[in-house]
């Protein structure tokens, strides 16, 4: 079966899952050939190992925690926090609790 993405002009949910978050998974929510945006479900003690993407990303933390490790420093994002990556900027992801959190990619033309 096919994911639904979101089409111009459509409201996506993206408010707290809550106690639903360990049953949800990482949905693609729109993807263009400009950019694309993917809410991202990471369950406490999953790593999403070191990588880096093409284009600039920004990572908004809807819930949860989630340690960020970059070349030149660690961080935490919790609910709320938000944060810019350069594209190539390779780094690495963990949950320290479930998580939900916007990745946006952005696609250079």
């Not at 639903?20 to 949905?27: A, E, Q, S, V």
Request: contains cysteine.
């Amino acid at each position: 079966m096919a994911q639904h993405h979101a089409q111009s002009g459509e409201i996506v949910d993206l408010r707290p899952l809550g106690g639903d978050l360990p049953n949800r998974r990482t949905t693609a929510i729109v993807k263009t050939k400009s950019f694309e945006a993917i809410h991202l479900v990471i369950p406490a003690g999953r790593e999403i190992p070191a990588h880096e993407v093409t284009g600039d990303i920004t990572l908004h933390c809807l819930e949860g925690r989630v340690a960020l490790d970059l070349p030149d420093a660690g961080i935490e994002l919790a609910a709320n926090d938000w944060v810019y990556l350069e594209g190539g900027a390779r780094h690495r992801m963990k949950a320290i609790e479930d998580a939900s959190l916007l990745l946006t990619i952005l696609f250079e033309h």
